[in-house]
């Protein structure tokens, strides 16, 4: 079946604009996160999503940093003001979000580079 | 509390040998330890997991060895290869009902050369 897809792969902003990028998360899984990754780095945790609680967002970096999931499926993640240290690896993963299976299954990511 | 400490940063290991990657971990109440792989440009992808029940877990070529008492896990790739080569990611889960996040060590590079 189809994976976790992410888009854009690859963005390219100008410092100061505002970018969302987007992810499908396979179908029935009912968790979904978002992760940061700068080159060269581990995986920094940014939101997580299960099901209709409300979002953790313990990990969002600022108050420039959001992100949806409609109707528990798709999910975006906005950077407002997007700054030279937001350049980095956006990954998204699902999950089932069930005691059956913790195995997080992650997308492509989007390469954000802001100029 | 909720860190996990992964070592070393970058590994280089001869084809035919033995890789091992280390996890330490602070909080007793993590129930579930994955390792996760990531070749350049691609997501991380699930490798082996264990839960703190059992001492090891052998697929294939990887084995997870979990010591509960020191609260360590290891990662071992026998007969490395080439192919191999890309970055490690230990993880961990807090116990508790609703709670799948994950919380990632830093990430080891592994270089299999020839």
């Known amino acids: 079946g189809a994976g976790v897809s992410q888009s854009p792969s690859n963005k390219v902003t100008e410092k100061g604009k505002d970018v969302e990028l987007r992810c499908d998360p396979i179908?029935?899984?009912?968790?979904l996160y978002w992760y940061r990754q700068r080159l060269g780095q581990g995986l920094e945790f940014l939101i997580y999503?299960?099901?209709?609680?409300?979002?953790?967002k313990s990990g969002l970096p600022s108050d420039r940093f959001s992100a949806e999931r409609t109707g528990g499926s798709v999910s975006t993640l906005t950077i407002q003001r997007t700054q030279q240290e937001d350049s980095a690896v956006y990954l998204c993963?699902?999950?089932?979000?069930?005691?059956?299976?913790?195995?997080?299954?992650f997308g492509p990511g989007t390469r954000l580079t802001v100029t | 509390q909720q860190q996990v400490k992964q070592s070393p940063q970058s590994l280089i290991v001869q084809k035919g040998g033995i890789s091992i990657i280390n996890c330490a971990y602070e909080?007793?109440?993590?129930?579930?330890f994955p390792w996760y792989q990531q070749f350049p440009g691609k997501g991380p992808a699930l490798l082996i997991a264990?839960?703190?029940?059992?001492s090891e877990k052998k697929e294939g070529r990887f084995t997870i060895s979990f010591n509960k008492s020191a609260k360590q896990f290891s990662l071992h790739i026998m007969d490395s290869q080439p192919g191999d080569s890309a970055t490690y990611f230990c993880?961990?889960?807090?116990?508790?009902?609703?709670?799948?996040?994950?919380?990632f060590g830093k990430g080891t590079k592994l270089s299999v050369i020839p």
């Open positions: 264990i839960r703190p029940d059992v």
């Open positions: 993880a961990a889960k807090l116990s508790g009902a609703g709670s799948y996040q994950l919380t």
């Open positions: 179908s029935g899984h009912t968790a």
């Open positions: 999503f299960q099901g209709n609680s409300a979002p953790d």
């Open positions: 909080n007793t109440a993590f129930d579930y």
């Open positions: 993963a699902s999950s089932f979000g069930s005691e059956s299976s913790y195995e997080q299954y």
